[in-house]
C-alpha cells in the first residue's frame, strides 16, 4: 500500500510539473511576450469538422452564441509580457439575386440585394495566470456602419434602401484561453457594452412616381452579455 500511495504521489507530482510547464519538448515558449504580434479568429468550422470526424455525422455544430465582434478580425500587439493593444475591423459587401419577394411589405418581381457592413475599433487587454491557461479582460472602443439596398431589375424598376445605420460604442470584456500548442490557444470571452444606434430614414422609390420616406431612428443600449464563439489566436 505504501508503494503504491507512493507511486501515486508521484505521478501526481509529476502531472502538475507538466502542467506547469511553459516550455515545449524543443524549447518553444506557450505563452506570448512583449513584442509579440496576434491575430484571433472565429474557430466554428474547426471544430465542426472535428466533431464530424469523430462521429461521422455532418451535422454536429459547434457551439454558437452572438457576440457584438462577431464576424470580425482581432489583432494584437503585446507592449508587455501581460498586456496588449487590441485592433478590431471588419469589411463586408454582399450581393444576392432573389427571383421574387416582399420587402419592407413592398411586392418586387426579379431584384438584387446588396449590403455593405464596415466595423473598426482599438481597444486595451491585460492578463492574468502563470500557466498555459490565462485569463484577459479589457475594452474596445467600436464604430460602424451597414445599409441594405433592394433594386428591381425590371420595369418598374422600384428600389428600397433601409437608411444607413450607424453605431457606436464602448465593449468591455473577460475571457480566458488555453495555450493548446506554443503560441497557440483556444478561447472564448464574455462582453458587456454601451451603444449607440442611428438608423437613417429608409426609402421606397418607383421612376416617376414620389417617394415614400421613412423615418429615421436612435437606439440606445446598455448591457447585453453576450459570449464570443471558439475562438483560435495566432501569436508570432
Known sequence: MKKVLLTAAAVLSLTFVNAQDLKSKKGEAYLPVAGDWAISFNANGIFEYAGNAFNGKTDNAAPTVTNVTENTFVGKKFITDKSAYRVVANLGFGSNNVASGTVAGYTFGAYKASTVAVTAGVGKEWRRGSTRLQGFYGADALVGFS??????????????????????????????????????????????????????????????????????????????????????????
Open 147 to 236: 445599409s441594405t439596398k433592394w433594386k428591381e431589375d425590371k420595369a418598374p424598376n422600384q428600389t428600397y434602401n433601409v437608411g444607413t445605420s450607424i453605431n457606436l460604442g464602448v465593449t468591455g470584456f473577460i475571457g480566458a484561453e488555453y495555450f493548446i500548442f506554443p503560441k497557440m490557444s483556444v478561447g472564448a470571452q464574455y462582453n458587456y457594452g454601451l451603444q449607440i444606434k442611428s438608423n437613417g430614414a429608409s426609402k421606397y422609390s418607383v421612376p416617376g412616381s414620389p417617394d415614400v420616406n421613412g423615418e429615421s431612428t436612435t437606439n440606445f443600449n446598455l448591457g447585453n452579455v453576450t459570449a464570443a464563439s471558439m475562438n483560435l489566436t495566432l501569436h508570432f
